[in-house]
């Protein structure tokens, strides 16, 4: 069973914004650092931002970096992952993981969630 249920993906056109979340499903999220990756067919999964535990520090990949902004709510249990001026090239299945040293590697995470899908139409 996931750990995580993401949601928020959709069709949005070059330049729109979308906010993903990742809901805790089957054990508490609040004392792992989590973070987002996303994937296109084809490709390896890359790390694209991280948060830490207590949301102190976060992290994101260069391509991402003043666009995408990570978060948390410990409360509610959830990641989010705001998104906005949006390329055609973010376009991916997004996911979410717990990344216990924030190392935005795939192969150091765990507990994966199913993806949500993000397209965004040039």
């Known amino acids: 069973q996931s750990q995580f249920v993401e949601s928020g993906g959709g069709l949005v056109q070059s330049g729109g914004s979308l906010r993903l979340s990742c809901v805790a499903s089957v054990d508490t999220l609040a004392p792992f650092a989590t973070a987002w990756f996303r994937q296109v067919p084809g490709k390896e999964r890359e790390g694209v931002s991280c948060?830490?535990?207590?949301?102190?520090?976060?992290y994101y990949a260069s391509a991402v970096r003043g666009r995408f902004t990570i978060s948390r709510d410990n409360a509610q249990e959830t990641v989010f992952l705001q998104m906005n001026s949006l390329k055609y090239e973010d376009t991916a299945v997004y996911y979410c993981?717990?990344?216990?040293?924030?190392?935005?590697?795939?192969?150091?995470?765990?507990?994966w969630g199913q993806g949500t899908q993000v397209t965004v139409s040039s």
């Open positions: 948060i830490s535990s207590r949301g102190g520090d976060r």
């Open positions: 993981a717990v990344d216990l040293q924030c190392s935005m590697v795939a192969a150091q995470a765990a507990d």
